[in-house]
């Protein structure tokens, strides 16, 4: 019986100390201990087991009936009146609104409507126009050759070979082409020049010559291109010439619109 109200007694003041932790009007501690005590004090007076163990039912009922009660004030502090309308609005939200079968797929459409079209890059076609003014302006930029660079020295000497037309008015005919060029460093500071171009029709008649005897106005350079050079045979005509080997030169040859006439090749004489 002893040993019986001992952990009677332990359950008590447990269930006791949680009520003097709680927010609100705690029990006294002395009064909470008497009201223990007195309580382990008549179930050890009462008759048999079964009395007892009914008696401390009842106290320990008690006991957790103030806990309970506890709790319900700890439930109204201002903590949980914040928290209430929150849980409140959350329980009372409205169920999600379903869409059918036939709105799922108009819907589908219209967003599938407004995705960006993939047009496939189609290549920009480059007219003869086109092509005739950027060979002009590649032309006209490129700079007149000031100094015995290779590029000059390749062009010493005299050449002769042909010119292939290519342009619908001549195309297929062959005329002859006939260079000779000579440049020097004036007093080691100016590039200067003897040159003469001749180009000839089947039947002989010369149609073009340019004939120069100072500064170098006929021959340019090619930007980044040590292996080409721009010759100019007639007042604004021009040739885009490969100088990798120095003895058979060949390239197009450009009217003074940069269109496209025909093929110029030729050989050093000397």
């Known amino acids: 019986m002893k040993t019986f109200g001992l952990l009677f007694l332990g359950m008590l003041f447990g269930a006791v100390g949680v009520l003097m932790l709680e927010e609100g009007e705690p029990l006294p501690k002395k009064e909470a201990q008497a009201w223990a005590h007195a309580g382990v004090a008549k179930i050890q007076d009462t008759g ?51 869409i059918t079968a036939s709105e799922s797929a108009a819907l589908a459409s219209v967003t599938s409507s407004q995705q960006p079209v993939k047009v496939d890059a189609q290549p ?24 015995m660079s290779p590029q ?23 005329d002859h082409v006939a260079m000779d060029m000579n440049f020097f460093m004036e007093d080691g500071k100016k590039l200067r020049g003897i040159i003469s171009i001749i180009l000839t ?35 604004g005509d021009f040739i885009l010439l490969d100088i ?25 004489k000397n």
């Open 48 to 98: 048999d087991a079964a009395a007892q163990l009914k008696a401390a039912e009842e106290y320990y009922g008690k006991a957790v009936i103030l806990f309970l009660a506890s709790l319900v004030r700890e439930q109204q502090s201002p903590e949980a009146t914040l928290a209430e309308p929150i849980v409140k609005e959350i329980k009372e939200a409205p169920p999600q609104e379903t």
């Open 201 to 235: 029709d089947p039947e002989g008649k010369q149609y073009s010559r340019s004939t120069g005897n100072g500064d170098n106005q006929t021959l340019r350079l090619v930007p980044g291109r040590k292996d080409q050079v721009y010759l100019e045979p007639a007042p």
């Open 124 to 147: 920009v076609a480059v007219t003869p126009a086109d092509r005739a003014l950027n060979n002009l302006i590649t032309h006209r930029k490129a700079p007149i050759a000031d100094k």
């Open 152 to 174: 000059v020295r390749k062009m010493n000497g005299s050449f002769e070979g042909r010119f292939t037309w290519d342009a619908k008015q001549n195309k297929g005919r062959v």
């Open 244 to 268: 990798r080997n120095p003895n058979r030169m060949s390239g197009p040859y450009y009217d003074q619109g940069g269109n496209y006439l025909g093929r110029v090749e030729i050989g050093r």
